[in-house]
């Protein structure tokens, strides 16, 4: 295969050790959004809920960030309702505040209505709470609880009720006893867990560069994913050190969803000649399904 024979070619500023492929006929038409985060407190939105929401857009991952302005009126609007529904993991993230939120339990209850539906993947994350203060709605559970019994009635409030029951059954992972409470350590497992889930072939992009998300938008952009069926291949160039392959890696991250297989190659000038080049492709590319 000769690459300057291939139907269009780009180059941009930026490595010459390392070729990214994807191969499809067709991208696939997937969900808009893979993973729903529900969470509750401007402490957690802040802090490990940003970090995770970004790290799993660095991961290739499409996720979903509930936003406080969708919060209009007493039930969930069109929006976040095709989000949820839409997913194909739903994420609560459950705090001592959590409960607290009347939408927080709405998203929660739909998320199970999804599960027995539409069989969306739910995994709970338990960060200042046990699943057991979640199920049986004790402590800070219990006050918020009974605050919206006395609101919306004890029919609606059961049906949040049992959706908690009902999520705390599944396997989540809890703060303090499988990172210790070290929220960056829960974080990538968490990521890890969601790629397994997804069958996702995510590489690992180590230390993020500064400045690095424009290079990506603009590589994304001259490749061109999904207008047509036409191969296109990229030339990044530039001294060695200066990222080129963590580059290669950010956009493989960005656009691996849009494929039914695929694979990264990299430090292809260290092997012998193409056709093994190819051999090892061949034989470490990802199969998404």
């Known amino acids: 295969m000769n690459v300057n024979n291939l139907p269009y070619q780009q180059q941009v500023d930026g490595s010459h050790n390392v070729l990214s492929f994807s191969s499809a006929d067709d991208p696939a038409i997937g969900h808009e959004y893979e993973v729903f985060l529900s969470f509750s407190g401007t402490d957690i939105r802040k802090s490990i809920t940003d970090c995770l929401y970004h790290s799993l857009i660095d991961a290739g991952v499409r996720a979903f960030r509930d936003n406080e302005e969708l919060h209009v009126g007493e039930e969930i609007g069109p929006k976040l309702m095709k989000s949820i529904k839409q997913s194909k993991i739903g994420i609560p993230i459950f705090s001592v505040v959590y409960a607290s939120s009347k939408w927080c339990l709405m998203e929660v209850a739909e998320m199970v209505k999804s599960m027995k539906e539409r069989e969306q993947l739910i995994m709970p994350l338990f960060l200042d709470v046990t699943p057991d203060e979640v199920q049986h709605q004790t402590g800070s559970y219990a006050k918020a609880f009974s605050l919206h019994e006395e609101r919306f009635g004890q029919e609606k409030v059961q049906a949040w009720r049992d959706a908690l029951k009902e999520v705390v059954k599944l396997k989540g992972l809890e703060l303090d006893k499988v990172a210790n409470g070290h929220q960056g350590e829960f974080i990538k497992l968490v990521i890890a867990k969601v790629i397994s889930e997804l069958k996702k072939s995510y590489l690992d992009v180590g230390t993020v560069l500064v400045g690095i998300e424009d290079r990506v938008k603009e590589l994304v952009k001259k490749l061109e994913v999904g207008i ?16 080129k392959t963590t580059l290669a890696k950010f956009v493989y991250n960005q656009i691996v969803h849009n494929f039914e297989s695929c694979g990264f190659l990299k430090d292809i000038r260290e092997m012998p000649g193409i056709i093994e080049a190819f051999k090892t492709y061949r034989a470490n590319w990802s199969p998404k399904y």
């Open 228 to 243: 047509d069926d036409h191969v296109r291949v990229v030339g990044i160039w530039g001294m060695g050190g200066i990222g």
